[in-house]
């Protein structure tokens, strides 16, 4: 069975495409999120295709939303998630959203985020993360919300939101507080600090440092192979019960969570940190 090339099946919404082993070629696949189901273990491998650097806007929101929701309608047995780019798992939210959008477009971008947030971290079937490459602030946050993570060696990690001039959402805060040792918790969050794999998987922040994509995959795969042996209704209420805080916060205050983000990123401070470094991402060449 060939799993690398992308074959023609039904589409699921206009940006979901499922990839599987029906023999009708296409030539390239557009869809912002593509789907590739292993019908031997039932794995579902989604990846972010908003190339070049799969920077998150509605649209990739709205994708990981729809496959997330595409994977518990199949019962999935869990979810790899990753990247069609050969050296970025995502560059987190998107400059030109930050840069050019008003109260509106952020309240929608925030909004979109919020429940591909509760898709995955609320997914009834654990998540992987295979990091083949840079996975820098909302990309960092996206794989820290799965349940396991393998990083390719020679890329940076981190949530470095506050060097983009925005104050750090609750629910990172939250969930870096768990993840990370307390101390490296506060610098990192405070600093926006960029890690290799190695100094990640020291501080929690990765679970696996692997040389390529496809070891990433080998261990994200013998990490979902530990749920085949136990009850999964068993494993999602403990993950619930520890996940709840988050979960319910974000449930409970959604209205106030959006505020609180547009109110963080249209602050004169935040809106000049933004330009200058909009401005430098753009002059780098
Ligand atoms: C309760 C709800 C919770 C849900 C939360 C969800 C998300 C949490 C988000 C919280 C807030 C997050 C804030 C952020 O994420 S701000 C973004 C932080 N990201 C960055 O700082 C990364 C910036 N980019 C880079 O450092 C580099 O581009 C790179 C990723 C290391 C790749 O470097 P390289 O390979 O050299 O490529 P280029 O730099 O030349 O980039 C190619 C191309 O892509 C454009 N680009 C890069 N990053 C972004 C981006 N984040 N948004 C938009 N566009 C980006 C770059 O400008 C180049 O474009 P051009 O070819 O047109 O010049």
């Known amino acids: 069975m060939s799993r690398n090339i ?3 099946s039904k589409t699921i919404n206009s940006n979901v495409r499922r990839l599987c082993t ?3 070629p296409v030539q390239k696949a557009e869809k912002l999120v593509l789907i590739d189901v292993n019908d031997k273990t039932g794995y579902g491998t989604l ?3 908003r190339l070049p650097v799969n920077s998150l806007n509605v649209e990739l929101f709205n994708a990981l939303s729809d496959a997330y929701d595409e ?3 199949n019962k999935s047995r869990g979810v790899i998630l990753t990247s069609t780019s050969p050296k970025i798992f995502s560059a987190g939210l998107d400059i030109n959203d930050l840069y050019s959008g008003d109260s509106k477009s952020w309240s929608e971008l925030w909004d979109a985020s919020q429940e591909a947030f509760l898709k995955i971290y609320d997914a009834s079937f654990p998540s992987a993360a295979a990091i083949n490459g840079h996975a820098i602030g909302g990309g960092c946050f996206f794989s820290m919300i799965c349940d396991y993570r393998a990083m390719v060696k020679g890329y940076q990690i981190g949530l470095n939101e ?6 750090l959402p609750k ?8 993840l990370l040792p307390r101390r490296h918790a506060e610098i990192s969050l405070t600093q926006g600090t960029l890690y290799s794999p190695e100094q990640a ?6 679970d696996d440092v692997v040389v390529d994509k496809a070891e990433a995959i080998i261990k994200c795969e013998a990490f979902l192979n530990k749920f ?5 209704d068993a494993v999602n209420t403990t993950k619930r019960t520890i996940r709840r805080e988050e979960i319910d916060y974000i449930r409970n205050n959604k209205q106030k969570d959006i505020d609180d983000f547009v109110k963080a990123v249209e602050s004169v401070e935040a809106q000049n940190t933004i330009k200058m470094y909009y401005q430098a991402l753009k002059n780098k060449k």
């Open 47 to 49: 990846s972010m295709n």
């Open 162 to 167: 506050i060097q983009v001039g925005i104050a």
């Open 171 to 178: 629910v990172l805060v939250m969930i870096m507080g768990k």
């Open 201 to 206: 998987s020291k501080i929690n922040l990765v």
């Open 6 to 8: 992308l074959f023609l």
């Open 22 to 24: 029906t023999p009708t």
């Open 71 to 73: 994977m518990e309608k």
């Open 228 to 232: 085949r042996k136990i009850p999964m």
